[in-house]
């Protein structure tokens, strides 16, 4: 069975840094497209950047200052947070391609945690 369980999200202040995770279990990370997601409230849920084979990429938005990698040994997917914002409050949620290619297939969900970045 298919599960994805997010930690590390928390309240920091702007400029602040957080690193969360994303442990995985049911099958392996580095064999599918992962990706972390966010929802602001209001707002519609957004791709903040995924991870394939050979390849990264990024939102515009977090560019430069987001990382995303997976340790293999601990079948964990990471999102490493920089220089933070309090336009970067959301819900992150860590997601899996049902491929391992990202642009086929669908999202399977982790439930979610929240980051708030105050001012």
């Known amino acids: 069975q298919v599960q994805l369980v997010e930690s590390g999200g928390g309240s920091v202040q702007a400029g602040g840094s957080l690193t969360l995770s994303c442990a995985a279990s049911?099958?392996?990370?580095?064999?599918?497209?992962m990706g972390w997601f966010r929802q602001a409230p209001g707002k519609e849920r957004e791709g903040v950047a995924r991870?394939?084979?050979?390849?990264?990429s990024y939102a515009d938005s977090v560019k430069g200052r987001f990382t995303i990698s997976q340790d293999k040994a601990k079948n964990t997917l990471y999102l490493q947070m920089n220089s933070l914002k309090p336009e970067d409050t959301a819900v992150y949620y860590c997601?899996?391609?049902?491929?391992?290619?990202?642009?086929?297939?669908?999202?399977?969900w982790g439930q979610g945690t929240q980051v708030t970045v105050s001012s």
């Open positions: 997601a899996k391609r049902t491929t391992w290619d990202c642009n086929s297939g669908s999202w399977v």
């Open positions: 049911g099958f392996t990370v580095s064999s599918y497209c």
């Open positions: 991870i394939g084979f050979g390849f990264t």
